[in-house]
């Protein structure tokens, strides 16, 4: 079991560019996050999925989108990239949203330099 | 608005015992997280916490008190694999994490 995997694992990208973070888990998980993470900041929730089908804002949405067409894959899209999204994306899930420990594990990341 | 608050670097020596403290101030609150995060990797979680008191893994240990907003994770007999970053993270009213940044702890032998 892989659990969760991401790709690519870094990548440098020219400034107005467009590029899809992937992010796929294998544990049949409901719902699915994006953070981002930079040095001296606490994770910052870019964008959730509590299920298949829905999406919702988090903490740092602007110049990101996402989709959740099924269960396993959670792609983050940034549509014109700038250099302030240079950072290390983490894709992480979970079983669910409300109650119980709702413990989220993570990706591997991927780091992102925009020049 | 919502905070957490941690220490950014704390040192300890192999073999002893450290404390890491975490402030919170939520909107609602469903439970305190602890992470452990070598550097260049993901998180990986500790513990977990809800109810007010000691919670104990073995060499880890995690503490919480609501009515202080407070949370601490006790690391015992340290070793040179405990250096890593440790993030305290509240779990608000609309279950979203609040995360703090992070507390680097190094081990020295």
Known sequence: IAGITQAPTSQILAAGRRMTLRC?????????????????????????????GTTGKGEVPDGYSVSRANTDDFPLTLASAVPSQTSVYFCASSDSVAGGTDTQYFGPGTRLTVL | GQN??????????????????????????????????????????LSYNVLDGLEEKGRFSSFLSR????????????QMKDSASYL???????????????????IKP
């Open chain 1, 24 to 52: 796929t888990q294998d544990m049949r998980h409901n719902a699915m996050y994006w953070y981002r993470q930079d040095l001296g900041l606490g994770l910052r929730l870019i964008h959730y999925s509590n299920t298949a």
């Open chain 2, 4 to 45: 957490i608050d941690q220490p950014t670097e704390m040192t300890a020596t192999e073999g002893a015992i450290v404390q890491i403290n975490c402030t919170y101030q939520t909107s609602g609150f469903n439970g305190l997280f602890w992470y452990q995060q070598h550097a260049g990797e993901a998180p990986t979680f």
């Open chain 2, 67 to 78: 009515s202080k907003g407070y949370s601490y994770l006790l690391l015992k007999e340290l």
């Open chain 2, 88 to 106: 305290c993270a509240a779990l608000d009213s609309n279950y979203q994490l609040i995360w703090g940044a992070g507390t680097k702890l190094i």
